[in-house]
């Protein structure tokens, strides 16, 4: 049963990439109901991508603890361990807390053509941050959790350099949309994501650092209609 599930995932990972270069997602937006109608689509996008998932977990008796949801306990050696906490603490500081300390510059620099990239009003903000913490859940549940549950399940004495390298490219592919470059940091995040759950045991890290990444954008522009603070 597993193999078969790890068949109907590879699918999925293949569908990723086709459905993203549609194009549904993308675009300008240029007034607010557009914006908020491309947050809409983007959660049901992602909780689309998780349901399959869900259900193969009911019919195969996978737990969420199974597949990461529990509390975090470090189960390797400390140099891997280390090495995994401490570039992800750097990416923290990089992809959040350094635009908090730049957001008043930023506010300042941003071109006027510009501020319609980022979420602006109250709506567009909590929907932005629905759609960031689905993307946190919706993503390391299937990217990470379900493919490192079965991997194990199927080849446990899979080598991590292996897992590591299959996350890499799960991830990647599915981001091709965005350009060849984007597609290989984003995999690296992959990369990194898969290892703070074999080094915590928990999806919780990866999850957290995947929400917070994402999650900085709604500081940049603050009023209505984009004017600035």
């Known amino acids: ?10 699918i999925i990972f293949v569908l990723v990439p086709i ?3 549609t194009g549904v997602l993308d675009g300008k937006a240029d007034a607010e109901n557009v914006k908020c ?10 909780w689309g991508l998780a349901i399959p998932v869900i259900i193969m977990c009911i019919i195969g ?16 050696n400390v ?3 280390g090495i995994t906490i401490a570039i992800a603490l750097g990416l923290f500081v990089y992809e959040f807390m350094l635009p908090m300390v730049r957001i008043k510059k930023e506010r300042e620099e941003i071109a006027d053509e510009e501020i319609d990239e980022y979420p602006q009003t109250r709506k567009e903000k909590w929907l932005y941050s629905l759609q960031s913490i ?3 859940i919706c993503e390391e549940t299937v990217y990470r959790g379900f493919l490192l549950f079965l991997l194990y399940a199927i080849f446990p004495e899979i080598l991590i350099y292996l897992i590591g390298l299959i996350a890499f490219v799960a991830f ?7 350009g060849l470059r984007n597609a290989i ?9 898969i290892c703070l759950l074999l080094v915590t045991g928990s999806l919780i890290p990866s999850i957290l650092l995947h929400f917070f990444g994402e999650f900085a954008s709604t500081f940049t522009v603050n009023k209505e209609h984009g004017n600035r603070t």
């Open 1 to 10: 049963m597993y193999v078969a599930f790890l068949a109907i995932l590879a």
């Open 19 to 21: 459905i993203d270069a």
């Open 37 to 46: 109608k491309e947050y809409y689509l983007t959660i049901v996008y992602m």
């Open 61 to 76: 008796g996978i737990s969420p603890a199974d597949i990461g949801f529990r509390w975090v306990s470090f189960n390797h």
């Open 79 to 81: 140099w891997f361990t």
């Open 134 to 136: 689905s993307s946190g």
């Open 172 to 178: 990647g592919i599915g981001h091709l949309y965005q």
């Open 185 to 193: 940091e984003i995999g690296l995040f992959g990369v990194l994501s």
